[in-house]
């Protein structure tokens, strides 16, 4: 059969708030998040024998630890339940696009991916709630992919609540090129220090317009930052290109600019990948899917 070709977004969160740690290690939050029009595309092929992940890029595990990989084996042990499943193999490519180890949730995205695909492949035996379910297995992030739109998230990420109260906006990215570890940030995060330093942390949207100059809060930026000050000079540079407010992705490195006019920040695009000194930035453009 012809292959099954899908598109993973990527995501960046315009709010995000540490609210509290738990007993299980794991951290609570209250972010805003939003899907980008940036994308991996992944072709799933079935046949074969056992699940095979392909992808030409140094940073992506292609063994059993990949994420799409370990969704794959869940939805089949899921669905199948301890009976052999009638395919008895699939391959999946990757086709990166979303950088690796920067904030945008690409292996998050990739594997809510490959669960919506085989639902799809099998007759969508499972509801969207339930594939949700099987994310959080998975991942905090994975289920905000499956969901789709802009979503508030509490819990570790895996409450979320559609957020229909976004204006169009343009994200200028620029990944510097360091990876940076999620466990890591969490791991040096100084709770206390934190919230003495924003008073946000009980701040609800109720309703409103997600607005730059008052919302556009990560609490996990200043953990990245002391490690990879390129993160400060890339915000200062897109907010003197214009940019509205810019912030870092998530756990970093990548740092995004919004831009009202999309055709101001294509310009800036072009300006910052003429610019020699930032040879080994990979800069996008990609719009906020809201």
């Not at 690796?100 to 709630?129: E, H, I, K, R, W």
């Not at 789709?148 to 204006?167: C, K, N, Q, S, V």
Request: charged share 15%; glycine share 8%; with cysteine.
């Amino acid at each position: 059969m012809q292959p099954i070709h899908v598109k993973a977004p990527a995501k960046i969160n315009l709010f995000l708030r540490i609210t509290g740690k738990r007993p299980d290690g794991y951290h609570d939050l209250y972010t805003l998040m939003c899907p980008l029009a940036l994308y991996d595309t992944l072709s799933l092929s079935i046949g074969g024998k056992g699940i095979v992940v392909v992808c030409d890029h140094p940073g992506v595990p292609q063994d059993a630890s990949n994420l799409a990989a370990r969704s794959a084996h869940l939805f089949l042990e899921t669905l199948f339940a301890g009976h052999a499943p009638p395919v008895s193999g699939l391959t999946i490519h990757i086709e990166k696009t979303i950088p690796v180890g920067a904030g945008l949730g690409g292996g998050s995205s990739d594997a809510a991916a490959v669960l919506m695909a085989l639902n799809d492949y099998f007759g969508q035996p499972l509801t969207t709630q339930a594939l949700m379910a099987l994310g959080t297995r998975l991942g905090a992030d994975v289920p905000f992919f499956i969901l789709g739109g802009p979503a508030l998230a509490t819990g570790i990420g895996d409450r979320l609540e559609p957020f229909p109260h976004l204006t169009p906006w343009t994200a200028l990215l620029v990944y510097p090129n360091e990876m940076v570890s999620t466990a890591w940030v969490y791991k040096n995060l100084n709770l206390r220090l934190t919230k003495d330093e924003k008073k946000l942390s009980s701040f609800h949207f109720d309703g409103r317009l997600f607005n730059v100059d008052e919302h556009l809060v990560n609490d996990l930026e200043p953990v990245t930052e002391r490690a990879f000050p390129v993160i400060r000079a890339i915000k200062r540079l897109l907010l003197a290109h214009g940019a509205a407010g810019a912030m870092m992705a998530g756990s970093g490195s990548t740092v995004f600019g919004l831009f009202a006019d999309p055709e101001r920040a294509i310009s800036v695009c072009t300006a910052l990948c003429d610019n020699q000194q930032n040879k080994n930035w990979t800069i996008y453009v990609a719009d906020l899917l809201i």
